[in-house]
Structure formats: C-alpha cells, structure tokens
T-cell receptor
C-alpha cells in the first residue's frame, strides 16, 4: 500500500513569488491536512480538506490556500512568498478525519525562500 | 486554545539507558497520539491512546494516558541509537477533531 506522496521534496523560491505543493494521500483516504513545521513554532495546522471541501482552517494569512480534487489529491499554494515562509510543509492523510483520527504523513516539501 | 507542552525539550543519553518523555496539557483530550520524526522526514505514528489510564506497549516503548486525559508519557527502556529522533505528542481539537494540535516536541539523541 503506497504511502502519502508529496512533491516536490525541495524547492527554492524568491521573495514575492508563489509556489504550489502537491500531496497524494493514501488510497481510500479522503481527508488531507497540511501542516507547517519550523524550528521556532513546531508543527502548525494550516487547513484540512475532506471530499473537496475545506473543513478546517488554521491561523495563517490568506496567502496560504489549498484545494482538493475528486481523487483526493490536494494542492496548497502560497502567494507572495516571504522569508518567514521557509519551512517544511507536511501533508497528512486520514481515513475518516474525525475523532481519534490517525494521521499518516508524507516526507514533506522543504521550501526555502531567499 | 488547547496546548500540549512536552518535557524535556532535549535529551542526550547513552545506549542502554532508560528515559521518560512527558506531554502535558490543561485541557482534556479525547485521545493522544505519539509520533517520531527523523530529520528530513515526516512524523511517523507510533501509537494512539484513547482511554484514561490506558497503557500501551510497543516493544521497548511504553505509552501511558493520564487518568484525566490531560497528560501522557512515553517511556523507553534500554534506549538504542535507532531511537534517535524528534518525539511529538498530538491530540485532536475539541469541536474540530480532525485538526491535530502537536506538542512542542522532545529531541532525543542516543549515542553508543
């Protein structure tokens, strides 16, 4: 059974640019969540998609957005990149996405903004 | 806002030693999960505890959920270099259960 796949693994972007990250969840999982991980803030929840709808959202500015496709694959977009957006972006898929949900993470996309 | 505090923040021990990592909150969680993350990789789920007072064992790792479901601990017996990594506890938010709150993390290094 294939795990969660995130692409690309590494990205270097310039301030002001935008970036799109992709996540393919485990087959059969309909919930996809995105997290940002930095040394200073740890793992912070960005948003969750379930059946193509955003179900939950964290406390991030509107520059961070996402979507989910009918095959459960998800993308997140960051516009007008800032240096502080440099982080490991993690995608997690879950079977149900409800109480007691267990999240299975991808390897992440390491984004560096210069 | 539900917060999870982990202690210690860093731990460097020698192979064969025992250790305990703590995860504490002032809030009640319906369940807590423990993950281990290695550098450059995503967190890997180790265990989920659901019932207050529950104890789960995974080889040399013992996980306990507090009776009041506000805290949890991870005990490693006879640590090995392969146990090195970042240990994270996480729990679902009340009302938005699919959103996980992660602990501050404990970075463990086990040397020969």
């Amino acid at each position: 059974k294939a795990g969660v796949t995130q692409t690309p693994r590494y990205l270097i972007k310039t301030r002001g640019q935008q970036v799109t990250l992709s996540c393919s969840p485990i087959s059969g999982h309909r919930s996809v969540s995105w997290y940002q991980q930095t040394p200073g803030q740890g793992l912070q929840f960005l948003f969750e998609y379930f059946s193509e709808t955003q179900r939950n959202k964290g406390n991030f500015p509107g520059r961070f957005s996402g979507r989910q496709f009918s095959n459960s694959r998800s993308e997140m977009n960051v516009s007008t990149l800032e240096l502080g957006d440099s982080a490991l972006y993690l995608c997690a898929s879950s079977f149900v996405g409800g109480l007691g949900t267990e999240a299975f993470f991808g390897q992440g996309t390491r984004l560096t903004v210069v | 806002t539900q917060l999870l505090e982990q202690s210690p923040q860093f731990l460097s021990i020698q192979e064969g030693e025992n250790l305990t990592v703590y995860c504490n909150s002032s809030s009640v969680f319906s369940s807590l999960q423990w993950y281990r993350q290695e550098p450059g990789e995503g967190p890997v789920l180790l265990v989920t505890v659901v019932t207050g007072g529950e104890v789960k064992k995974l080889k040399r790792l013992t996980f306990q959920f507090g009776d009041a479901r506000k805290d949890s601990s991870l005990h490693i017996t006879a640590a090995q270099p392969g146990d090195t990594g970042l240990y994270l506890c996480a729990g679902p938010n009340t009302g938005t259960a699919s959103k996980l709150t992660f602990g501050t993390g404990t970075r463990l290094q086990v040397t020969l």
